[in-house]
């Protein structure tokens, strides 16, 4: 029997080998993402991964899973075993100010209001879990509430800010490859979406769920995997999260009036109609039985040149005021629990002219939502202001 | 070079592997190509330091070659057809800037004169009968102030500057420095050529041999450094390519290919940097971090070696073997001998050997520190290859002194401790703890290799041991 081999027939082997794999992995369409070694070899994530950009992932030990629910809960430590019968179980959503942009893991605002070692009515102690992601985006806040909902929690903390609200600063990296589910959201929940790619993307092809078509997704999957080693090693998740990665914070703002693409204050009724507020009530229907409370996040405020334009490098104050009336008028009117913490923070709790609190400021924040949510976790109704503000006293 | 580049690359290889005729002319033109085509897009130095490599070659060339092989007529073809892609190569970035791969345009203004200098200077070397004795050397001396200045990063910062502003009026200021791609190699082959001849040893070759051999564009990058002889011998008379061939080739850059773009590019992830030495949260991580370090540069250089070997295949030519399983190696000389082989017999060819018979010839020293001065020596220099760094010198001390420690040992085991009485299991049991060891070894030299500074490295040491 002649043992030589034909390079053509050979090649013609691998292609086909190749091909037909592709398609029983693209047929099977198997929940890779579930797979992990979070919770089984390394400890499960105290938030969810992310790295500021490809270049960063060495710094950040750390990889952007935005393409996959499945793999961001299972690294997760809330994905560690079912709910302890003894745990009053918060989750906080949010953008990158909830993540802790410029914190370590361990000192975001859950991990500082789990530090709190408040109990509630019935004696469980309280335990909240970080599953804020970067970049403000209530609709991407939506879908992570969706998925956390098989996790049982007792209370919902979202918080949000003018940009996660405006439709035209929706996460497209997040919703582009999770619009069939976020589709899905929308028709349960008669929620209308902005008309964006996201609004009207079929479900994957075959082609798009093959391995081939998959590479980036499952090559940040697998990384995600390795990085748990150093997730282990260090509990070092966020290369920004050191002292000297906080700018000094200047004082001065610009001189412009501009808010994304609104010009200035004349725009303002385009700005109020570009808000999801809606996708507000959503997650309120969502969630039942569990409450969700809103908090309007607090932002930088600037002390210094032209901060009677603009409160910070993000937004002008005329955008701003307008979001706030506009966001307080429409939870009251819809009786949802709603806190505005907007000036709550002095700028020296700030790691960033923007909205990225240091560890100081994370443990003043905590310290701030206490009260409120001793009233939510006793299943009491607590509507108002704080008593303490900040800038109602600068502001004067 | 990325995956893709690679497979262009293996195409271009199965397709040059099966010409016949004009064979040496065609692979030289592809390879001139290629080292164009490779160095990263960055004007003026996309143009610049791959037609040095250029330059250099044919000096190397018309240094080494007698005189009668010189003016053989075929040369000149060769040398016709280098200008030739020279030439295309320029009109293709005047032409067609945004859709060539090879350079950005550049000014004819300056690079004519400069041409036409290298080629008078080219033409006047070739002429004499008699090479000046004085060349070898002269451009010995030249490859070793290129290499001073490109291992060391403020060196190579301010003579770039200094280039730059002469090559380019850019108003915007110098252009950035750039990584002059596949040098060192080049070099090493140049520089072996150059002894090699100045020792008599070398034989006569062509111009698109030697170009052949110098910028071979398998190895141009990541070697192996290979031997001219040997080389010019499988050029002339190509491998013959079974279809059995096809299945070797195809393993070797599958498995190149792994190792380089997963298994090294995975293990890069969890490998020691300057940030985890501080971070780490316990001893144990930071030794898995210096050992993933040694494993990602094994599999990362051999991924590299296996595709190069691979492509040489397609092409009729036998690479010679880099790495041979050297973390299986019972002991640090075995280990050296099967780690970066071609780099380590160059240094043992053009350093260790000579300097060690230069000292012995003075019958002053004992042998043992004859030994001892040749290793450092020897060690101290492939570590100052990857950079003039205080941690590359100490990272060759590391491997310098472990060598003779090693050396010594062993022949105090020889005489005290052999015996054939020694039950096999003890023998295995000896081998495997010396294979251990000898990774350890290597591993914890990582800490100089890895590290920007001494102090990082030697806080390692300390944290490794739970002292800091």
Sequence with gaps: MSTSIHPLRLLLKAVVLFVALNLLFAWWNPSIGKLSLYNLLWPGRLRFPYSTAPGYHIRDYNVALTEDLDGLFSSHIISAGPKPTDEFRIILLGDSAAWGGRVRADETLAAQITALGLTSCDGRRVVAYNLAYPWPSVLRDLLILEYALDYHPDLVLWLITLNGLHRKNEDMEFLLPNADRLQRIAQTHRLTLPAAPYSRRAPPSLWERTPIAQRKRLKNLLMNQIYGLMWTATRHDNGFATPSDHAVVPPDVSDKLNYLHYPNPDKRSKLIDSLLLDAIRVGQEMAKPASVVVINEPIFIATGKNREIRYNRLYPRWAYDAYRQTLAEWMDRHAYPYYDLWNALPPDDFANDLVHRDPKGEAHLASLLRPILQKFICRQSFHGILPHSYAQETDR | ?468
């Design chain 2, 1 to 468: 070079m990325g995956v893709v580049e690679i497979l262009i690359l293996t195409a271009i290889a199965a397709v040059l592997g099966r010409v016949r005729r004009g064979r040496p002319l065609a692979l030289m033109l592809v390879s001139a190509l290629v080292i164009y085509w490779l160095q990263p897009k960055t004007a003026p130095w996309d143009f610049w330091l791959p037609t040095l490599s250029l330059f250099l070659t044919l000096l190397g060339w018309a240094i080494t070659t007698p005189p009668e092989t010189r003016r053989l007529p075929e040369n000149a073809l060769s040398l016709a057809v280098l200008l030739g892609t020279l030439g295309a190569i320029l009109l293709s970035a005047r032409f067609f800037p945004e859709e060539t791969p090879f350079t950005s345009p550049v000014s004819l203004r300056r690079f004519l004169p400069i041409l036409s200098g290298f080629l008078v200077l080219l033409i006047g070397i070739s002429l004499p009968n008699r090479s000046p004795r004085l060349l070898p050397p002269g451009l010995i001396l030249l490859l070793l102030a290129i290499f001073l200045v490109l291992k060391s990063p403020s060196l190579t910062e301010r003579s770039m500057a200094l280039i730059g502003a002469l090559l380019t009026s850019n108003p915007d200021g110098t252009p950035a420095p750039l990584p002059w791609l596949g040098f060192s190699y080049l070099a090493f082959r140049l520089l072996h050529t150059l002894r090699d001849r100045q020792a008599g040893l070398l034989p006569p070759v062509t111009l698109a041999e030697y170009v052949n051999y110098a910028i071979f564009f398998p190895s141009f990058t990541a070697g192996p450094i290979d031997r001219l002889e040997r080389f010019v011998k499988e050029l002339r008379s190509p491998l013959p390519f079974q279809p059995d061939d096809w299945l070797s080739v195809l393993q070797r850059l599958t498995t190149g290919l792994f190792k380089k773009f997963v298994i090294a590019d995975l293990l890069a992830l969890i490998s020691i940097n300057d940030r985890f030495v501080f971070q780490a949260l316990a001893p144990g991580w930071l030794w898995l971090s210096l050992a993933s370090y040694a494993l990602r540069l094994y599999f990362d250089f051999s991924g590299y070696t296996d595709i190069a070997i691979g492509l040489g295949r397609l092409l009729g030519i036998r690479l010679p073997e880099n790495f041979n399983a050297p973390f299986l190696k019972p002991n640090l000389t075995q280990f050296w001998n099967a780690w970066h082989i071609t780099l380590t017999q160059w240094f043992r060819a053009y350093v260790f050997n000579p300097l060690t018979r230069s000292l012995r010839a003075q019958r002053a020293l004992p042998d043992a520190l004859i030994l001892l001065i040749g290793q450092v020596a020897t060690m101290v220099l492939i570590g100052l290859w990857h950079g003039l760094t205080w941690n590359f010198a100490l990272w060759g001390v590391w491997h310098g002194l472990g060598l003779f420690v090693q050396n010594r040992w062993s022949e105090f085991a020889r005489v005290h401790f052999s015996s054939p009485d020694i039950h096999p299991w003890v023998q295995q049991g000896l081998r495997i703890g010396g294979t251990l060891l000898t990774f350890i070894y290597f591993s914890l030299s990582m800490a100089f290799f890895a590290l920007s500074t001494p102090e990082l490295a030697f806080t390692v040491f300390l944290r490794l041991l739970g002292l800091a």
